[in-house]
Every structure is written in C-alpha cells, then in structure tokens.
C-alpha cells in the first residue's frame, strides 16, 4: 500500500500541475456558464436544462480528461522507456499500475468537484435546486468516469495504441447508453450469429443504466438498494477491468 499511495502522489501532483488539468477544470467552467445562458431560453423547463446541461458537461469534460490522462500517461512512458527506470526501484508492477490510475481518477475527480460545485452553485442561487439528490447524480457521473477510466487503461495495454484506445474506449462509452436497446436487438434479431455478436457486445460495454440517476431526479431520491446495485456495479466493472490490465501488463517484457 505504501508503494502504491506513493505512485498516487506523484501522478496527482504531476496533473494537478500540468496545464491539461486546467484546461479541464476551465473549459468545464465555461461549458457551466453556456448552461446557463441557454437554460435562459426555455424558461418552462429553465430548472430542466441547467441540471441536464450542467451535468452533462461535467461529465463529458471528465470523460475527455480520463481517456485521454489514463491512455497518454502509460503509453507515453513505455515508449520513452521511463517506466524501466521507474520498475528498477521496489515497485511492484500492480502497484505502478494501481497508483497511476488512483492518481488519475483523483485529479479528474477533483476538477469535477470544481465544476460541480460551481454547478451546484448556480442551481442554488437560481432557487432551481428542487427535488433528488445533487451529490448522488454527481456521484453517478463520477462512477462512469471511474469505470471509463479502468477501461481505457485496459484498452491502452492491450491495444498498445493511443488513437486506436482513445477510439474504443469513447465507442464503447456511447455503447454504455444503449445496452438495453442493443439486447432488445439481440432478442429480435433472425440470424444466430448477429444475435451472438449483439449480445456480447451488449455484456463487454459498460451498462450505464446502472448510473442513470439524472434522468429519474424528478422520481424522487432512489431506494438503498439502486444505490447499492449502482456502487456494486462500477466497483465491481471497474475491478475487472483493472484485474485485466495488471495481467496484460504483467506480461509485458520490460
């Protein structure tokens, strides 16, 4: 644990630092400030878009900085070969790889509490914050961003390619919205063999219904057990996810 919190350490200093983190952190400001101004034209469901635009926004701003951190920061130091002078210390492989992405997924989920705060903020001072639970919608974004951010490093180790992980990881990203229609194909669907591929499809993608708290936010705040079934999904997808990548990089020849 010791080695890992110090990997941590190092790679939520070293984002913090770099100027990515702060253009997340503004632009996801800005992209606040443009809910705003467009909830203004709708002032029937004002209350309606500056929640769904908000969160969106900060999730999508954390979406981009996760793939692309987790993606970047591992490959960039296999090909420029840092990593053999980082593993010639006492550093298991495991705890490398653990460090660096609990390092990544701090950072990230630091600049969305800045922008959700912010969010927060506005919906507050706009007496628009009715109903549902603002920290458990963004509590859900946060699992999404932490699942794509397990996926993408597993996509980056067994991919080996920066353009080719970004892409997979933001396909299967907009796959994780559909999983139910995609099954709903699966169970149409006349050919065995589109049946099969639909349906594997529909089990590798991440089912981000487990987290779709936003959309029911009018329903009122959820029972103990859909946030329980949603903290076991992510946790448990993330996990796997992460289990997967320890062992491809653990076959990796440095």
Known sequence: MGTIKAVFDYTFREHVRHKVWLSAALFGLIMIAGALVTSALAQDERARMLLDLGLAANEAIALVSIVFLTVHLILQEIESRAVFLILTHPVRRADYLLGRFFGTLAAVGLVMAVTGLAHWGLLKAAGLLEGGSYLLAWACS?????????????????????????????????????????????????????????????????????????????????????????????????????????????????
Not at 159 to 184: D, K, N, P, Y
Not at 206 to 231: M, T, V
Not at 249 to 254: A, C, I, N, T
């Open 142 to 254: 946060f699992g999404k961003v932490a699942i794509m951010g397990a996926l993408s490093l597993l996509l980056s180790l067994a991919l080996t390619s920066e353009a080719a992980a970004m892409a997979f990881a933001t396909f299967l990203w907009v796959l994780g919205h559909f999983t139910a229609e995609i099954r709903f194909l699966a169970d149409k669907s006349a050919s065995p063999a589109m049946r099969a591929f639909l349906m594997v499809a529909a089990r590798a993608a991440p089912d981000f219904a487990h987290l779709n708290y936003r959309d029911a936010w009018h329903a009122g705040f959820p029972s103990a057990s859909w946030i329980g079934a949603a903290a076991l999904y992510c946790v448990a997808y993330s996990a796997a996810c992460l289990a997967l990548a320890v062992q491809a990089f653990d076959q990796k020849e440095f």
